[in-house]
């Protein structure tokens, strides 16, 4: 099982950044689908969940401005981040979760004020 996360960059303070994670040897159908972020000297974090039957939770931090989504026939995820802060920066990494944990290698944030 890979995921494989991309998107990440640079981006002014305000600015829109979608990131995608794309798996193989694993179904998203099947699993809960989880972004985190992990920005320095800080723990990794929960940002956003998909449930298999669709429902999404948000931290409070990021309601209203990040969507996570999926598309089931590419099985892919995605993080749309937008009115993005400094605040946001960090490491964001994708998992999903069937009978265990599998994780994305992470993919740098980082947004400038």
């Known amino acids: 099982v890979q995921l494989q996360a991309s998107g990440g960059g640079l981006v002014q303070a305000g600015g829109s950044l979608r990131l995608s994670c794309a798996a193989s040897g694993v179904s998203f159908s099947i699993g809960v689908l989880s972004w985190y972020r992990q920005a320095p000297g800080k723990q990794r974090e929960l940002v956003a969940g998909?449930?298999?039957?669709?429902?999404?939770n948000y931290a409070d931090p990021v309601k209203g401005r990040f969507t996570i989504s999926r598309d089931g026939a590419k099985d892919t995820m995605y993080l749309q981040m937008n009115s993005l802060q400094a605040e946001d920066t960090a490491v964001y990494y994708c998992?999903?979760?069937?009978?265990?944990?599998?994780w994305g290698q992470g993919t740098l944030v980082t947004v400038s004020s």
């Open positions: 998909l449930t298999r039957g669709g429902i999404s």
């Open positions: 998992k999903i979760s069937t009978y265990r944990d599998y």
